[in-house]
């Protein structure tokens, strides 16, 4: 087993002259790139020839070109090459800059976390921070993600979850429609224009049963993908829709959005911060988690934080 990890190993050296054989297609080109002798780069081609047991060039009057199978390697060879470069750059910088790379949900990432973003910053100007909206999961380590803020349960595999907080939905919508559809029980729901949230399918049979009704057994109404468009059409007057009270503090202020039937409910998913095993030790991703645990906790203390009603 040994034998065969080593052989899958080769040294730098090699794949370094066989990546400038590739893309210059001479071995004495390569040698002068390299600084070395045209013998040194047979020599190591040769190495890496043995080791693998494949030929990698056909050597012919004009020079060298690659077999059908170098020619697959040397684009995977010249990747490596690559990461390992940028890497070996990222390492002699130090600690001096480092990167933290984020996937955050839309509505939550705008409303909630950007307004707390500047503490972060300036309590670690040595981290740069870059964005990307995500819904739902994804393949964080394929996509090169550090971390992700996530709306669910916490058994997403091959990650570290942090709880972060519950969430409280509620059903809103305009004055305008309430006055249209004048609401008394639950039950009066079930015979309106219900919004939903195409990641969160089961959240108005949730309600619904902890109303003590039984909910219809086909709800009309549109779907939508964002908290922050579905708040726009109730807004509009389309129909009623389940909402988390604290990313629409700024509607129910200014009016635009009420409570159309005074039974809040704890949703059944939380917000948790999620990063990849393999990179939840890395050091901007734990500075990211102490401050996001502790802006958390800020936000309870300061009575922004609704435990809700019932559970299930």
Sequence with gaps: MIAMQRRLLPATGALAAFDAVARLGSFSAAAQELSLTQSAISKQIAALEGQLGIALFERTGRGVALTQQGTAYAVAVADALATIRAASLRAMAGEARQTLNLAILPTFGTRWLMPRIPSFIARHPEVTLNFATRIGR??????????????????????????????????MASPAFLREHPITAPDDLARLPLLHMGSR????????????????????????????????????????????????????????????????????????????????????????????????????????????????
């Design 138 to 171: 994804f393949d964080i380590e394929a996509e090169g993600f550090d971390a992700t803020t996530h709306i669910g349960t916490a058994d997403w595999p091959g990650t570290e979850s942090t709880f972060l907080m519950h969430e409280t939905v509620a059903p």
């Design 201 to 312: 399918p089961e959240a108005w049979d949730h309600w619904f049963r902890t109303a003590g009704v039984s909910a219809p057994a086909a709800m009309r109404g549109m779907r939508f993908e964002q908290f922050s468009t579905v708040a726009q059409a109730c807004m509009a007057g389309v129909g009623v829709a389940l909402l988390p009270l604290f990313l629409i503090a700024s509607e129910i202020g200014s009016g635009q959005l009420v409570v159309a039937f005074d039974h809040p409910v704890r949703s059944p998913r939380s917000y948790y911060l999620i990063s990849p095993r393999a990179r939840a030790r890395l050091a901007p991703v734990a500075a990211f988690r102490r401050w996001l645990i502790a802006e958390v906790d800020t936000w309870k203390s300061e009575g922004g934080y609704d435990e809700g009603g019932p559970e299930t």
